[in-house]
């Protein structure tokens, strides 16, 4: 009977794609190798019959390097999955077809779901998959798990058939297959003897694991790979993985129609012509950066947002509060509502329209296939700065959410480099922190406002690059690790996806708003309500958030925000970041101004807050330490309860200090008045003179080039 | 000469992949075997990464990683 059926292949196949139309799941799906980096665990129904389907990480052979390819293969290896469902991209079926060896080769029974069949159609190409399964002795079902074809049959085969045949075929030439057989009758292993015969002959004794040999068998054996090495003239760890390849070279040439898959390739091509262009990559990449941003705060995203501020405050709020007044509730309850709940998460869920843009562009560029491209043109930048182009993917994940971006980090194969990237993406300003620029821009940069928040944006994408200049000698080292990634093709991102990834995004904030929130409100109106005896304050100075707020508040004094209510809303900000806009709305009674149409918050702030001095708290907002489940999920993935610590003071200090020199700065540079242009302008001088510094340094790298052909292999005295 | 020194737009044949780097596994893995055909398509802005058509995909990796594998032109 199967029971579990774990789903396996090279990176991008689309295995979640088919993992979500299986079991019905919403796990992410993008165009990018290495979107999912931890094992997730599905049901699907079959009649009446229910079996487990899991999805993991992609991996292009069963050896592994980085973190999320290591979870795959530990899968794969232990005795759980009773079948293993092999996602084949089709339109890249030669490389994937060498994991489909592997797999096949591990004894495990295998059936492979031939997916993207699609887009081969589409190109007018064609793929002969009985032929196909008759030459690897495992069945082949074509599939496109996108567009929901060919799913149930698969789903029905797989669950019905009793366990696929294991294989007999045989992929190896005549003089490799003997090497292979002799080996196995000198190592006479029960278990999996082929699999033992190929490991040794790929790395000799130390892949034997337990099974003991002789002296004497060792040197037989050793005789026996030199006689391979000889006859197929390659080096010992090449054979197998060649004859593997020569292998699939036939099958493909047997089973393709090929001259088609050509016209996709071109596509991509062209776009790849202009978008990694030498001269217009860089422009083009700051380009879609700009017109994400002014997409999102500019009049666009204004224009909607007014339409959806006034549904909360002048439809809702209103609404309920003259709802409370007409069954006359007591003052406390009526102020736990109206002040507490309403003030705090509907001053933050007005700013869902933007964050809704956010997310979307976000999506469109995370399913269009840009994410490698964007790696693939700021590596050489971001090394400089110690960190690689990997580091990109999690950044961009970054401005959604810090916690998925902190599991992004997984497929940076150095641990250090993980580790900087880690300590960084914190600098890229999520979601949660936008209703904050969003109510701070909206009451002092309103001529601006979308420039400003742009400007923060791009503030936290410069400290983050300009720390890992400062921390990469503390934390990396100079250690060169590879940036090995494949670029898959453009694709077209499909509504449905788009649609999905937003409103996922959307219902993680709203639900958020509508659990975390609301208990953080009620808290923290308790909190400014009573004092330390329990005892409703008038003057919410004397309650208890009042004494702590005072006591820390003389810290943000250098940096232009020295009130009590400003540094306890900074406290709530470790909760959720959208709670230090909740906080303050609370503490300025917002929801007492909404809900009887006077003016806003926005007033109340300008009472505590200078432009420069709001500008110096969007900064602060933006660089101290992330919120708790960040903080959780830096402390799970980081595995140490020092770096994670490390990291956010690192991260509290670079705030304070950055704020600090904003404010005083600003302060200095026009005594009061102060337009936004001009920090812009300061901004972009620290930048360019920065990277220029960072650029014509010399690297100190040493390159351990393979210095005489001999001593790389044989082959090479060919040339 | 490497594929590091292969300009973009030439194709040229792989000799033999470095064998003190771990990274070597790696490429053979993902089809970089003696004898298999690469296309070098371009170089990234700043002339490092670069991108390469191996079997039929794209594949970007670093000069550094280029430097490792003996190539002769084709
Ligand atoms: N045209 C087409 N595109 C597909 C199909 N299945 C998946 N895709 C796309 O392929 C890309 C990768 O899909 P994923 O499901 O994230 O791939 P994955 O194998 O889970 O990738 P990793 O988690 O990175 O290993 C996405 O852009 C999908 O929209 C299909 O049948 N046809
Ligand atoms: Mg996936």
Not at chain 1, 665 to 688: P, Q, R
């Amino acid at each position: 009977m199967i029971k579990n059926i774990a789903l396996a292949g090279n990176p991008n196949s689309g295995k979640t794609t088919l993992f979500n139309a299986l079991t019905g799941s919403k796990q992410y799906v993008g165009n990018w190798p290495g979107v999912t980096v931890e094992k997730k665990i599905g049901t699907a129904r079959v009649g009446n019959k229910t079996v487990n389907i899991v999805d993991l990480p992609g991996i292009y052979s069963l050896a592994t390097y980085s973190m999320e390819e290591l979870v795959a293969r530990e899968y794969l290896e232990s005795d759980e999955p009773d079948l293993i469902l092999n996602i084949v991209d089709a339109t890249n079926i030669e490389r994937n077809l060498f994991f489909t060896l592997q797999l096949i080769e591990s004894g495990k029974p295998v059936v492979i779901a031939l997916n993207m069949i699609d887009a081969v159609e589409s190109s007018g190409g064609s793929i002969d998959t009985a032929l196909m399964s008759e030459l690897l002795g495992v069945p082949v079902y074509p599939v496109s798990a996108s567009k929901n074809k060919g799913i149930d049959a698969l789903l029905e085969a797989i669950t019905n058939d009793k366990n696929p045949d294991i294989s007999t075929v045989n992929f190896y030439s005549k003089n490799v297959l003997s090497a292979i057989e002799s080996i196995e009758t000198v190592l006479s292993i029960d278990k999996s003897p082929r699999l033992h015969a190929i490991n040794y002959i790929e790395d000799g004794e130390k892949k034997l694991e337990g099974h003991e040999i002789s002296k004497q068998t060792a040197g037989m054996l050793e005789d026996m790979v030199q006689k391979l090495t000889k006859s197929v003239g390659m080096d010992r760890d090449m054979i197998i993985s060649d004859e593997k390849y020569k292998f699939i070279t036939g099958v493909v040439d047997k089973c393709v129609t090929k001259n088609n898959m050509y016209h996709k390739t071109t596509m991509t091509e062209k776009i790849d012509r202009v978008v990694t262009n030498r001269i217009l990559a860089i422009p083009i990449f700051l380009g879609v950066v700009l017109i994400m941003f002014s997409v999102a705060f500019g009049s666009f995203g204004s224009f909607i947002k007014g339409h959806f501020e006034f549904l909360i405050n002048d439809v809702i709020i209103e609404g309920i509060a003259n709802f409370l007044t007409s069954i006359h509730v007591s003052d406390w309850a009526y102020s736990l509502v109206v002040d507490g709940i309403l003030g705090g998460v509907g001053s933050v869920l007005s700013f869902l329209p933007e964050i809704a843009i956010l997310f979307l562009l976000l999506s469109i560029l995370e399913d269009s296939g840009y994410m490698a491209r964007a790696a693939f043109i700021t590596d050489r930048m971001l090394r400089k700065f110690g960190l690689s182009g990997r580091s990109f993917i999690p950044m961009i994940i970054g401005f959604g959410c810090t916690v998925p971006a902190l599991m992004a980090t997984r497929t940076l194969e150095n641990e250090k480099d993980r580790r900087l990237t880690m300590i960084i993406t914190p600098f890229m300003s999520c979601g949660a922190r936008l209703p904050v620029y969003a109510l701070f821009t909206a009451a002092f940069f309103v001529q601006n406002q979308s420039l400003v928040i742009f400007s923060i944006y791009i503030l936290g994408i410069v400290i983050a690059i300009l720390s890992g200049l400062i921390l990469k000698r503390f934390v990396t080292g100079d250690t060169v690790s590879g940036f090995l990634m494949e670029l898959p093709e453009y694709r077209f991102p499909t509504l449905k996806n788009l649609w999905r990834h937003t409103w996922e995004r959307i219902k993680g904030f709203i639900v958020k708003a509508g659990t975390i929130l609301v208990a953080a409100s009620i808290v923290i109106w308790f909190l400014q309500s009573f004092n330390l005896n329990l005892k409703m304050v008038s003057d919410s100075s004397e309650s208890i958030f009042g004494n702590i707020g005072k006591l820390i508040a003389p810290v943000f004094i250098p940096l232009g925000f020295g009130e009590w209510k400003v540094a306890v809303s900074l406290l709530t900000g470790f909760v959720a970041k959208e709670a230090v806009v909740g906080t303050l709305s609370i503490l300025y009674g917002a929801g007492e101004a909404a809900a009887s149409g006077a003016v806003d918050i926005t007033a109340a702030l300008s009472q505590v807050f200078t432009p420069l001095s709001a500008y110096s708290f969007m900064t602060f907002t933006l660089l101290y330490m992330p919120c708790v489940a960040a903080f959780a999920t830096m402390r799970r993935e980081m595995n140490s309860w020092k770096w994670t610590l490390i990291a956010v003071c690192y991260q509290t200090a670079v705030a304070w200090i950055v704020s600090f020199l904003v404010y005083q700065i600003g302060g200095l540079m026009v005594k009061g008045i102060i337009t936004a242009d001009m920090i812009i302008a300061a901004l972009a001088v620290l930048i360019v003179v920065l990277s220029l510094i960072a650029y014509f340094k010399p690297s100190k790298r040493k390159k351990n080039k393979c210095a005489s052909c001999g001593a790389c292999c044989n082959s090479c005295d060919r040339k | 000469m490497t594929l590091s020194d292969v300009k973009p737009g030439e194709k040229c044949k792989i000799l033999c992949i470095d064998k003190t780097n771990i990274i070597r596994k790696r490429l053979i893995d993902m089809g970089l075997t003696t004898g298999t055909e690469i296309y070098v398509r371009k170089y990234a802005p700043f002339g490092d990464p670069i991108e390469i058509t191996v079997r039929g995909y794209e594949l970007s990796l670093r000069k550094f990683e280029a430097s490792l594998i003996q190539v002769c032109l084709s």
